[in-house]
């Protein structure tokens, strides 16, 4: 699938905003367990195609809640 990598430094652990992400019913992954060989960072990775065009303003505006 198509996925975004966003990166939130000065926001708190990746595994922390996927948490409370999930409170606003987004369910991002934390990046920072995603990794085996190399330390990719936190970031949070998520999934759009199943967000319609019409709901993107939405699901933008419930990840910028989440993480502020």
Do not use: C, K, W
Request: no cysteine.
């Amino acid at each position: 699938g198509l996925h975004l990598l966003a990166r939130f430094p000065q926001h708190g652990s990746d595994v922390e905003l996927a948490r409370r992400a999930r409170a606003y019913g987004l369910v991002p992954h934390p990046l920072s367990g995603q990794s085996i060989a190399h330390d990719a960072g936190e970031g949070l990775l998520m999934s759009f195609t199943n967000v319609a065009e019409h709901q993107a303003a939405d699901v933008a505006s419930a990840l910028r809640r989440s993480i502020e």
